[in-house]
């Protein structure tokens, strides 16, 4: 989940910082075509479409399609973070020893501290006798 996030994010930041543009094209009133650009493109919807209700000066008709553009750009104080990372040697030699030296052997013979230990008997039920239970 994280990764995703962590890649949809980067995408964000890589879409905006180089220039992307959604363009959408109107024919009339209606949206016909929206679109995810480089920079700005020229968008048609194939057809010239001259109507009276778009200009009434006859002389000179006008088509009622037209573009509009706009620009996905991140903020100018948009920065860069970066990280100054300092390790102690102590931070080191405890993680090496903790996590990778403990699989580690270094003698071919295992240690068993309790061999000749016997646990004493059970002479009585000591949770009866004091009348200790788990519910």
């Excluded at 996030?5 to 024919?27: D, N, P, R």
């Excluded at 700005?40 to 919807?45: E, H, N, P, T």
Aim: net charge negative.
């Amino acid at each position: 989940m994280q990764k995703t996030i962590s890649i949809l994010l980067t995408i964000l930041i890589l879409a905006s910082s180089s220039g992307v543009t959604y363009a959408k094209h109107f024919c009339g009133d209606f949206e016909v075509i929206s679109t995810l650009t480089m920079g700005k493109k020229s968008l048609s919807c194939g057809m010239a479409m001259e109507a009276d209700d778009c200009d009434k000066n006859e002389e000179d008709p006008i088509d009622c399609c037209k573009n509009t553009y706009k620009n996905i750009d991140t903020d100018d104080n948009f920065v860069n973070s970066s990280y100054d990372l300092q390790i102690s040697n102590n931070f080191i030699a405890g993680f090496i020893s903790s996590f990778v030296l403990q699989y580690v052997s270094f003698s071919d013979k295992e240690i068993h501290l309790f061999n000749g230990y016997d646990p004493p008997p059970i002479y009585e039920d000591i949770q009866v006798l004091h009348e200790v239970f788990i519910i």
